[in-house]
């Protein structure tokens, strides 16, 4: 079976992503970081019974000298104040110190909760990542976004901070739903369609085979996603430039995400259907062709991912991508597509982007 190591290159904070069947149970993957140390491990009500206890168990193997557990409640709708409180609520009941090592075991909801309660908790406290669907181990486990989600916007209270490793067992998809393998299939699709074209070839042509959860394919697509991702997140840890990029399909994503209430849109749906509008409006705008767009959507409808915004309005659209991170002085910046495997920043006319959302039936 493929067993892969890569570094995300940050200098002194620079980390492994390790990619294999089975790494769960490797107690020695874990050794330099928690041997000595207390743990806590955060996770979920669906992913905590399945796994906790074998994370633990090589956890101790590797010389933890205690490991916690704290497990919240499971949901997009979870990624909130509340819910983190409860993870400081465990550190500080269990008199956790600054080296408490945090290893958060989920999706992107717990990836991005526990890695922010580790940038705040004593002011930092270590951290590991060990994703379990295909969205986190594809994409939000690489570079450091943590945080949560306000009613207003997505992620919108949060912090760039770096896990130590991040330890990927691809064994752990067997038990993922159809519906979430797909989200992670979004992702992948972005990162074939803003840097890599050959990828997004491949991809489209192994679809039935990453459906079936080909294990060889799914480790595979993981590392090629993940050096992708590392590589961008190695020139622009911050996105001040070019890690825009990968928030391709994001700006309206997240206004789907937002707008329907969180949990009810899927995010890697929400991904799915805001890269169709995005290659629509690039098609508009003469930066991909009639073709290009409608193999993008094509892509994303055979990743069986919603391809058709909701009614939500297009002023109710419009007033929440304004809030969208990525906005310069009021002004909405796009992530838009040079042909199929390229991407930049770019402003479009309101006008036009008000006609590409009603005419795809996003309402009026
Ligand atoms: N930080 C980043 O760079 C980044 C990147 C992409 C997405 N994200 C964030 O990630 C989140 C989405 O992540 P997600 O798609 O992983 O969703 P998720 O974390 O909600 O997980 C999806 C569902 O799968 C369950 N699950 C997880 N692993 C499982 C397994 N192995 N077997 C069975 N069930 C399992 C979870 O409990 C949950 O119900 C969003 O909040 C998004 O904003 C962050
Ligand atoms: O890592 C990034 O940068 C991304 O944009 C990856 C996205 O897939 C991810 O959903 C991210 O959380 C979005 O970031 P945000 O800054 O738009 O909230
Ligand atoms: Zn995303």
């Known amino acids: 079976m493929s067993r892969y190591t890569l ?101 992107g909801v717990i990836g991005d909760m526990g890695g922010f309660a580790a940038s705040a908790f004593m002011r930092g406290i270590p951290f590991i990542q060990v994703p379990t669907t ?32 991040v330890v990927t067992d691809i064994s752990t998809l067997n038990t993922l739903p159809d519906r979430e393998l797909s989200c992670g299939l979004a992702e992948i699709i972005k990162h074939g369609a803003i840097a890599d074209s050959a990828y ?25 996603s993940c050096e992708i991702k590392a590589d961008v997140v190695s020139k622009d840890e911050r996105e001040g430039g070019i890690r825009a990029i990968l928030n391709f399909g994001h700006t309206f994503g997240h206004a789907i995400e937002a707008g329907m209430g969180y949990g009810q ?27 290009e767009s409608a193999r993008l959507t094509k892509v994303v409808i055979d990743a069986r991912l919603p391809a058709l915004p909701p009614r939500m309005g297009v002023d109710r659209f419009m007033e929440l991508m304004a809030h969208d991170k990525k906005a310069d002085s009021g002004s909405i910046k796009y992530v838009l597509l040079n042909g199929l495997g390229g991407a930049s920043t770019s402003p479009a006319d309101d006008t036009l982007v008000r006609q590409t959302l009603q005419e795809l039936g996003a309402g009026d």
């Open 7 to 107: 570094e995300v290159d940050l200098g002194d904070r620079s980390y492994p992503i390790h990619i294999g069947a089975g790494l769960l149970g490797q107690a020695e993957l874990f050794l330099p970081h928690v041997a000595g140390m207390v743990v806590m491990i955060c996770t979920n009500t669906t992913v905590g019974p399945l796994y906790a206890a074998q994370l633990k168990g090589s956890l101790i193997q590797a010389g933890a000298k205690v490991v916690h557990t704290v497990i919240l409640p499971d949901g997009e709708e979870f990624k909130d104040w509340p819910t983190l409180q409860l993870v400081f609520d465990a550190l500080l009941q269990h008199h956790c110190d600054r080296k408490t090592v945090l290893v958060a075991l989920g999706g």
């Open 134 to 165: 295909l969205l986190s181990q594809v994409d939000s486990s690489v570079g450091g976004k943590t945080g949560i989600n306000h009613p207003l916007g997505k992620n919108m209270i949060g912090a760039f901070y770096q896990p130590q490793m």
């Open 200 to 224: 997004l070839d491949m991809v489209e042509a192994n679809m039935p085979s990453l459906l079936n959860r080909d294990p060889g394919l799914l480790a595979q697509v993981v590392k090629r």
């Open 265 to 291: 849109w899927y995010h890697g749906e929400a991904v799915g259907c805001g890269m169709v509008i995005a290659a629509d409006l690039c098609r508009r705008m003469g930066r991909l062709t009639a073709a």
